[in-house]
């Protein structure tokens, strides 16, 4: 990655990802040419990650990807849940949680597949427009739908 953003993004041998996120977020070539580098290796390291769950018995491997669509990835899973927000809410939390101005949050979300899209091609949508809890009880409802739970209710009949 040095070869290609060299000390626009380094600083004394560090990522700044600030920087970085400055320059691809804003420079569609820029995006592509950071993906080409990361892509490969973020494919890699998911293979090995399901891999060593698998031989962990794992029954359910989450892949946490804001850009499932666009890398590929779609093709490889067995259930796609989408969650979902409203726009302005997705601007300010995005502006909140990584210290961004709106103009850099609005240029990451722009990066992206549209949320609408996403949902559309989902086979499960989290609504996270509400609290915390309400976000948690659907995925709950959701892991005990699917068999990856019992809720107490079943754990009482059973």
């Not at 820029?30 to 290796?41: A, H, N, V, Y």
């Not at 399901?50 to 899973?77: M, Q």
Request: hydrophobic share 45%; aromatic share 6%; proline share 3%.
């Amino acid at each position: 990655m040095w070869e290609a953003f060299g000390d626009r993004v380094f600083e004394a041998g560090k990522l700044n990802r600030k920087a970085l996120g400055h320059i691809v977020f804003n420079d569609a070539d820029e995006l592509k040419r950071l993906t080409d580098i990361t892509g490969p290796l973020i494919s890699a390291a998911i293979k090995a990650a399901v891999s060593t769950y698998r031989r962990k018995h794992a029954n359910l491997v989450v892949l946490d990807a804001p850009t499932l669509f666009e890398a590929g990835y779609a093709a490889k899973t067995n259930e796609i849940m989408v969650v979902k927000i409203s726009a302005a809410q997705q601007l300010q939390r995005l502006m909140a949680r990584d210290d961004l101005s709106e103009d850099q949050a609005e240029s990451r979300i722009k990066s992206q597949l549209p949320l609408q899209n996403k949902i559309e091609k989902a086979d499960v949508v989290i609504d996270n427009s509400g609290s915390v809890e309400t976000t948690r009880v659907q995925v709950v409802e959701w892991l005990d739908k699917m068999g990856f739970i019992k809720t107490p209710a079943e754990d009482s009949a059973g």
